[in-house]
């Protein structure tokens, strides 16, 4: 960390001169600004590998960007890059590197921890992998009566969940049709049982994901499947090993579990577990999409680590989205961020953004533990267009808040859609393009009159606008684009971290939660007092047991 972490960020004159701009600026119009610029559709855009990003209908002037830049440069925020880059233990609660870019890195690069270049390792795991899914996709790799393994069922919590889950839904057009693959995270016993229901379990592949393999929801999972498998097929532990791997940083647990370490793929502590599914975590993903098409997506994710890497800061797309966002956030006192996917592929994207940033930013305290008094980071949320229109766009256009959004959309449906289908997909993009133009315009006074509305409705009618979006436009929702969306958003979410001064890469947050609910659960079974137990949870546990009839 540079001396400069050490200034407390709202008692630098990079962030004085921001909110004395934004003073300035005032209610700043995006009419205004576009009117003044005829050029500021067309210049106000970058372009990152496929990504053709317009950042034109934000709140912002040259001068707001350069200022802004500023302020990343005071902090020092490409320094933090390269550090991390260079394998330095920048997740310093924890001590440990940050380095999921060098599960991308090409084979001759070397990124060293602790002394030693952990790209060998990577891409030996990357070998091991492609050999395994080749295995599994050819019925090679057979179950423990003979059959093919023709469902993956991914048991995982959290990053071992929502990457995987998300980019198989994102790439289906390019999945194994055959396979049937799904994915079980919840402790409630109801996920499981719908995962497994209509499965022969001698057709079954369980993969556990646990980079601790401590998880308490993912180990009781693992092992009801373990049960059911084992019930179903009625046979011993012996057929554990043909239906059951692991991924994980944990082997003494892996084989604690009865999983042969042999049939385990490895990963490590600088891999953060929302930072993971570029890693063995994402060994059902590339079961399902195949090593050629996994391998396309990890070069994706790489074309944005080097972009991020040497793009000038003006130029920088990470940064930028960084820096709007801190803009939104910490001078215009916005709640949240919506991420809105044109693309039903697109359908658990923001789901999993929300663990990316929220478990990564929602910190109070920057790196030497003081706490903060400017806001960190915001609530993401968003599902895919044009569902979220007829749910809650109504909030975004006319609402009190202010909610700035990224929406991202294709110019290509997948090549799979019936001809009919595909059709339809300019519809969507339609939508797409108006929701934008709508935010940022929206609709005055004078043209509502205009259209004959009675003045009572007028009010009712008109749109204020200046409702700031990005837009972020690729050709096709392939393996790459999806690897450079992914890696656009954790570098974005590490400017934002570097500038608050936080430790984006823990997650002590989560913790409290997990000791109390070991603590309760005595309580709900065996009706154990349990010390401490404050008298609205005590309440609430004796209401539990009666309705259970305990
Ligand atoms: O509890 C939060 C968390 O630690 C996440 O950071 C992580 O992705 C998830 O749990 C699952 O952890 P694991 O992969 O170790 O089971």
Known sequence: MNADSRTRLNQMPEWTALAKHREELGEVRLRDLFAADPGRGSGYTLEVGDLYVDFSKHLVTDETLRLLRELAAARDVFGLRDAMFRGEKINTTEKRAVLHTALRAPGDAVIEVDGENVVPKVHAVLDKMSAFADRVRSGEWTGHTGKRIKNVVNVGIGGSDLGPAMAYEALRAYTDRDLTVRFVSNVDGADLHEAVRDLDAAETLFIIASKTFT????????????????????????????????????????????????????????????????????????????????????DGFRTVDEHFRSAPAEANVPLLLGLLGIWYDNFHDAQSHAVLPYSHYLSRFTAYLQQLDMESNGKSVDRDGKEVDWQTGPVVWGTPGTNGQHAYYQLLHQGTKLIPADFIGFAEPVAELAPGLAAQHDLLMANFFAQTQALAFGKTPDEVRAEGVPEELVPHKTFKGNRPTTTILARELTPSVLGQLVALYEHKVFVQGAIWNIDSFDQWGVELG?????RVEPALTEGAEVPGLDESTKTLVAKYRELRGR
């Open 215 to 298: 998880t308490i929801e993912t180990i009781t999972n693992a092992t009801s499947a373990r049960a059911w498998l084992l019930g179903e097929l009625k046979a011993g532990q012996e057929a554990v090993a043909r239906h059951f791997v692991a991924l994980s940083t944990n082997a003494p647990k892996v084989e604690e579990f009865g999983i042969d370490t042999a049939n385990m793929f490895e990963f490590w502590d600088w891999v953060g577990g929302r930072y993971s599914y570029d890693s063995a975590i994402g060994l059902s993903l590339m079961i399902a999409i195949g090593p050629d098409r996994f391998r396309e997506m990890l």
């Open 514 to 518: 997990k000791v109390l609910a070991k």
